[in-house]
């Protein structure tokens, strides 16, 4: 395939594909990861460890657009696991959790921000969540998280303020 084929637009900067390729070993290989760029010899992307791939169309067999991973059901998580996410991370309230993928697939994507850039708020990383207190832009925090991997999002806070934003996004309050 030199390019996509013409009925098929080249995916956008930000957008998460999962593709088909052949490798430089000649063997056939997988990538997913986030496009950096694309034109009409190729694209780049980002992978979930940083590593930047360049790709040339002629080695690429299939390419498709995919969301941002799922992840476990947030609001089936252990409650002493989330406890205890959130004295590392050093907040209190009650808890509010949402999957990264339910917050950003129906948004438009962004062009990925450099590899290690720290996260728009105060966030403590943790496997598959992110656990944070009240945050300015917590959609800006699940673009950031999907890019570190993560699936889902708590955030602990007594603000009434922040509490309906975060109900208005889609979070949902455990008990």
Same mark, same amino acid.
């Given at each position: 395939m030199a390019r996509p084929h013409p009925d098929q637009r080249p995916p956008h900067p930000g957008e998460r594909?999962?593709?088909?390729?052949?490798?430089? $070993? #000649?063997?056939? #290989?997988?990538?997913? &990861?986030?496009?950096?760029?694309? $034109?009409? $010899? #190729?694209? %780049?992307?980002?992978? %979930?460890?940083?590593?930047?791939?360049?790709?040339?169309?002629?080695? =690429?067999?299939?390419?498709?657009? =995919?969301?941002?991973?799922? #992840?476990?059901?947030?609001?089936?998580?252990?409650r002493e696991e989330l406890d205890r996410l959130a004295d590392a991370a050093g907040v209190a309230g009650p808890a509010f959790v949402a999957r990264v993928s339910e917050l950003l697939d129906p948004r438009s994507p962004t062009v990925p921000?450099?590899?290690?850039?720290?996260?728009?708020?105060?966030?403590?990383?943790? &496997?598959e969540w992110v656990t944070t207190g009240d945050c300015h832009d917590l959609i800006a925090l699940a673009r950031w998280a999907t890019r570190q991997d993560a699936r889902?999002?708590?955030? %602990?806070?007594?603000?009434?303020?922040?509490?309906?934003?975060?109900? %208005?996004?889609?979070?949902?309050?455990?008990?």
């Amino acid at each position: 395939m030199a390019r996509p084929h013409p009925d098929q637009r080249p995916p956008h900067p930000g957008e998460r594909v999962s593709l088909r390729r052949v490798r430089p $070993d #000649g063997e056939p #290989g997988d990538l997913v &990861g986030f496009v950096l760029a694309a $034109d009409a $010899d #190729g694209l %780049r992307l980002r992978d %979930r460890r940083g590593t930047v791939h360049e790709v040339a169309w002629a080695d =690429v067999r299939a390419l498709r657009t =995919v969301g941002v991973a799922r #992840g476990r059901d947030p609001r089936r998580a252990p409650r002493e696991e989330l406890d205890r996410l959130a004295d590392a991370a050093g907040v209190a309230g009650p808890a509010f959790v949402a999957r990264v993928s339910e917050l950003l697939d129906p948004r438009s994507p962004t062009v990925p921000d450099a590899w290690g850039e720290s996260p728009p708020c105060p966030a403590v990383l943790a &496997g598959e969540w992110v656990t944070t207190g009240d945050c300015h832009d917590l959609i800006a925090l699940a673009r950031w998280a999907t890019r570190q991997d993560a699936r889902s999002i708590q955030v %602990r806070t007594d603000d009434p303020a922040a509490i309906a934003e975060l109900l %208005r996004l889609g979070f949902t309050e455990l008990p």
